[in-house]
Nanobody
Framework: VQLQASGGGLVQAGGSLRLSCAAS????????MAWNRQAPGKQRELVAA???????NYADSVKGRFTISRDNAKNTVYLQMNSLKAEDTAVYYC???????????WGKGTQVTVSS
């Protein structure tokens, strides 16, 4: 599985962006998909995740502002980010995993920069 993230960019505080992550292969629908981010000088952290069944979970810092969703027909996972803050500035990474299959894939990151 290869993951291709897109949609990052520069936005003013309070603005919105939508990230997309397109996956290759035929097992997308059974993978748990997640967005992680890493800000300069900080550890990578989980932002949001969605299971194959559609259950979601979010970091406390983004609850109510970010929404993760998936389209299995398009092999794509999305992260809608609203009310962006300067502290959301980071490289955002797409992750796909299945503990059952023993697989864990990461895509190249996409930069999100929020100007205050």
């Amino acid at each position: 599985v290869q993951l291709q993230a897109s949609g990052g960019g520069l936005v003013q505080a309070g603005g919105s962006l939508r990230l997309s992550c397109a996956a290759s292969g035929s097992i997308f629908s059974i993978l748990r998909m997640a967005w992680n981010r890493q800000a300069p000088g900080k550890q990578r952290e989980l932002v949001a995740a969605i299971t194959s069944g559609g259950s979601t979970n979010y970091a406390d810092s983004v609850k109510g502002r970010f929404t993760i969703s998936r389209d299995n027909a398009k092999n794509t996972v999305y992260l809608q980010m609203n009310s962006l803050k300067a502290e959301d500035t980071a490289v955002y990474y797409c992750n796909a995993e299945s503990p059952t299959l023993g697989v864990d894939y990461w895509g190249k990151g996409t930069q999100v920069t929020v100007s205050s």
